[in-house]
Antibody
Framework: QVQLVQSGAEVKKPGASVKVSCKASGYTFINSYMDWVRQAPGQGLEWMGM????????TYAQRFQGRVIMTSDMSTSTVYMELSSLRSEDTAVYYC?????????WGQGTLVTV | DIQMTQSPSSLSASVGDRVTITCRASQSISRYLNWYQQKPGQAPKLLIY???SLHGGVPSRFSGTGSGTDFTLTISSLQPEDFATYYC?????????FGQGTKVEI
């Protein structure tokens, strides 16, 4: 079955960067885009961007342009999301999700505390 | 960007009640509308895709209707495990956008 396993919780100081990983298994990695979504405490879901693991083409939400970088490593079937210039408002749970007509596969979430 | 507006933002209901949540898109999204259920501390779970298709393993008491700009999620008979927050999401274009959520409480 499809599994998306994310890296563990992080605590960062303001101004620092964080890099979250999402390791995929159970499907052909290069056949599906991967999305990143975050959820601040008590808030809703916010789309951050997506990456095509085959070739690395990315599309970012405008509000994260210049601060987020998404990459992929086909050799390990892993995608990464790096967010820089962290501020307190970036405290959230960050999720990866396999992009499809409906997103049936999600990572378990990674709590980033700034 | 396509704005997704859900209503209500929260509701109180009892076991056995019929519950309806609506989602309105700021422009037509055809049928590219998904519904998710999220419980505290968990990732969202897909319930409905393409407006009305029930995801595998989801109980048949959940149903979705709509096309264009107006959509509804209906729970025909609320069960204890259905108390959660529900989100709509459009997959018509990028950026993917979500509704603000509807919290279903006892």
């Amino acid at each position: 079955q499809v599994q998306l396993v994310q890296s563990g919780a992080e605590v960062k100081k303001p101004g620092a960067s964080v890099k979250v990983s999402c390791k995929a298994s159970g499907y052909t990695f290069i056949n599906s885009y991967m999305d990143w979504v975050r959820q601040a405490p008590g808030q809703g879901l916010e789309w951050m961007g997506m990456i095509n693991p085959s070739g690395g083409k990315t599309t970012y939400a405008q509000r994260f342009q210049g601060r987020v970088i998404m990459t992929s490593d086909m050799s390990t079937s892993t995608v990464y999301m790096e967010l820089s210039s962290l501020r307190s408002e970036d405290t959230a749970v960050y999720y990866c999700a396999r992009d499809d007509v409906g997103w049936e596969d999600w990572g378990q979430g990674t709590l980033v505390t700034v | 960007d396509i704005q997704m507006t859900q209503s209500p933002s929260s509701l109180s209901a009892s076991v056995g009640d019929r519950v309806t949540i609506t989602c309105r898109a700021s422009q037509s999204i055809s049928r590219y509308l998904n519904w998710y259920q999220q419980k505290p501390g968990q990732a969202p779970k897909l319930l409905i895709y393409l407006a009305s298709s029930l995801h595998g393993g989801v109980p048949s008491r959940f149903s979705g209707t709509g096309s264009g700009t107006d959509f509804t999620l209906t729970i025909s008979s609320l069960q204890p495990e259905d108390f959660a927050t529900y989100y709509c999401q459009q997959s018509f274009n990028i950026p993917r956008t979500f509704g603000q959520g509807t919290k279903v409480e006892i």
